[in-house]
């Protein structure tokens, strides 16, 4: 078993930073797949960005466009979104999700979830 529990998200202007922290307890993630999804109210939950358990392959969502950078350290168990530029509409509830797998961008495809965080942007 896996839990991730989520932290960093909080109300901000908009061209704002935030750095959302995903901490891994139970088993070590570091042979996991992470991968930060978020979800606005009425909406669909989308894909933000992953990264491979070996730190490469970082595919992000189109709406990041190089605004967001996802990193890992194994040592600590945690997984990091840097988050620059902030925009309203990037208001949601922010969640990281692991796999023993490959990188997806399919929320289904991953087997643990944090309970989320709140990331406002105000105009």
């Known amino acids: 078993q896996v839990q991730l529990v989520e932290s960093g998200g909080r109300l901000v202007q908009a061209g704002d930073s935030l750095r959302l922290s995903c901490a891994a307890s139970?088993?070590?993630?570091?042979?996991?797949?992470v991968a930060w999804f978020r979800q606005a109210p009425g909406k669909e939950r989308e894909f933000a960005a992953a990264?491979?358990?070996?730190?490469?392959?970082?595919p992000y969502g189109a709406f990041v466009k190089g605004r967001f950078t996802i990193s890992r350290d194994n040592a600590e168990n945690t997984v990091y979104l840097q988050m620059n530029s902030l925009e309203p509409d990037d208001t949601a509830v922010y969640y990281c999700?692991?796999?023993?797998?490959?990188?997806?961008?399919?929320?289904?495809?991953?087997?643990?979830w944090g309970q989320g965080t709140q990331v406002t942007v105000s105009s």
């Open positions: 990264i491979a358990w070996i730190g490469v392959g970082k």
């Open positions: 999700a692991a796999r023993a797998g490959p990188v997806s961008l399919i929320p289904v495809e991953y087997t643990y």
């Open positions: 139970g088993r070590t993630v570091s042979s996991y797949s």
